[in-house]
């Protein structure tokens, strides 16, 4: 039988530019602005600055920019740092079933060594292409299952969209693919344990996912094997870590109609720097809000119809996600996120502020924030999102959204993507600056010098 990593290999080889449906280029280059804007605002958190120094140590080189300043890293380096910081307000994008950020690891990487190598522009975009199918595709095989056992999937499969990723901008023969990709099982890895603390490391997964890619491709470029059946061996991704006989592996999600359908167009881009599956009680609450002129005031309760997959990652257990420690607790904590998104009228770039996080207007309102499981719910492959507001005078007001705002069926536009970026840039890129950068990624398929868009995001803000 032919090996996964055999079919994928094959494909990665022979698809060119001009194979690329014009959606997935345009999507593509919109991604490229998403990722750099959120890697520079993520640059000024503490996290950021944390990972920044430490990159400066581990990585010393001049190869490749460090989004956002000055700085300037090995290949690894700059792949590491700029796919961390993009992780750093959870507002990158998301493959809905599999919930991977494809995208922050692939950008991270090709850009990075677009930086070295001084490639085309059209070279950048379909590697990112190629490498965020991928990464979709390897986690749609069992959607949901990685999750509950406290794996990351960004950190699971990211890596290996980023292998082949980084095989075809290295132009590495179908054999050396291959081993790429078997070198990778070993490196793939991400425990989400500090969801319970509050603590940073899921942050550093898109970082360590476009790092071990790079390290991957470049070990088999060397000549180092690995194993051919990584994913479906007998101890491959699957078989090692989900260990369940009743979970099958739908195994045709994986290289059927490659080049056809394209798995990576339902993923979504985020209005809100929260986990994913919030995005549609966010959506509805705030449209509430707005329609009512709604108050913490006015409020008995809150109550969400959530899908039963959901629960373990943002509604329990209750005593952490009703009084988040950090930032990174409440983004991931549905009833204290619709709480500050309702005091405070928005989500955006400011949002999850210690101020916040103790603000007892905000935490007396999550504590209103109820959950039931409905098992009629879809999926992750639909994020909808159900509620219920109950007024202190008898008055429920419903809503749903039915998809998520920033998916294939509820798109963001162009220009709120670009104002999303905006705003992340903001105090550390100048207007004229942010335009620029803006205007050259909308034109990426025309640069001829990958490392000339990468200068566009050079300050003096450090």
């Known amino acids: 039988m032919i090996a996964a990593s055999q079919k994928l290999s094959a494909w990665v080889r022979q698809m060119r530019f ?34 920044r120094s430490a990159t400066a140590g581990l990585h010393p080189g001049t190869e490749a920019r460090i989004w956002g300043g000055t700085a300037r890293s090995s290949v690894s380096g700059a792949a590491f740092a700029n796919g961390a910081l993009s992780q750093a307000l959870e507002y990158d994008d998301t493959h809905n079933e599999s919930i991977v950020h494809m995208s922050s690891p692939a950008v991270a990487a090709a850009l990075a060594l677009g930086d ?37 999937p960004s950190g699971l499969f990211a890596p ?16 050396a693919m291959i081993r790429a990709a078997g070198i990778t099982g070993s ?64 195994w045709r999600r994986l290289t059927d109609a ?23 009680y966010v959506s509805a609450l705030l449209r509430l809000r707005e329609r009512h002129g709604l108050s913490a005031e006015r409020i008995r309760a809150i109550r969400c ?33 619709l709480a500050e998104a309702l005091v405070r009228g928005r989500l955006g770039k400011d949002a999850y502020q210690p101020e916040y996080l103790r603000d007892e207007a905000i935490l007396s309102l999550a504590r209103r924030v109820e959950y039931r499981v409905d098992r009629s719910l879809p999926g992750p492959e639909q994020f909808k ?35 999303k970026f905006n705003e992340n840039v903001a ?25 000339r868009f990468t200068e566009l995001t050079v300050t003096d803000h450090e």
């Open 18 to 51: 001009d194979d690329l449906p014009d959606d997935v280029v345009t999507a593509t280059m919109l991604r490229v602005i998403d990722v750099v804007g959120l890697s520079i605002a993520g640059s000024q958190r503490p996290f950021g600055m944390s990972v």
């Open 116 to 152: 070295r190598l001084r490639c085309g522009g059209r070279d950048a975009i379909l590697a990112i292409a190629i490498g965020n199918e991928i990464s979709c595709r390897v986690g749609s095989l069992a959607p949901g299952q990685f999750h509950k056992r406290g794996f990351h």
């Open 160 to 175: 290996f969209g980023v292998s082949w990723l980084a095989g075809k901008m290295l132009a590495l023969e179908e054999d």
């Open 187 to 250: 490196f793939a890895a991400g425990l989400i344990q500090c969801w319970v603390d509050g603590t940073q490391s899921k942050f550093l997964h898109p970082g360590w996912a476009a790092q071990s890619g790079i390290a991957a491709a470049t070990l088999a470029e060397a000549g180092v094997t690995g194993p051919a059946e990584v994913l479906e061996g007998r101890f491959g991704l699957y078989a090692s870590h989900l260990q369940d006989e009743a979970v099958a592996p739908d």
């Open 258 to 280: 490659l080049g056809e359908e394209w798995e990576s167009r339902n993923a979504s881009f985020k209005p809100f720097p929260a986990a994913h599956v919030i995005h549609p």
């Open 305 to 337: 119809d959530v899908a039963p997959y959901i629960v373990g990652i943002v509604c329990e257990p209750q005593g952490e996600k009703l009084h988040p420690l950090t930032d990174s607790h409440g983004r991931v904590s549905l009833q204290y996120t």
């Open 385 to 419: 999102g159900v509620i219920s507001v109950e007024l202190t005078d008898g008055t429920v007001l419903e809503e749903i959204e039915e998809h998520n705002r920033g998916s294939s069926e509820n798109p963001m536009t162009t220009d709120e993507i670009v104002a």
């Open 427 to 451: 105090g550390t890129l100048t207007a004229a600056q942010a335009r620029r950068l803006v205007d050259a990624a909308l034109a990426l398929d025309r640069c001829e010098d990958v490392s």
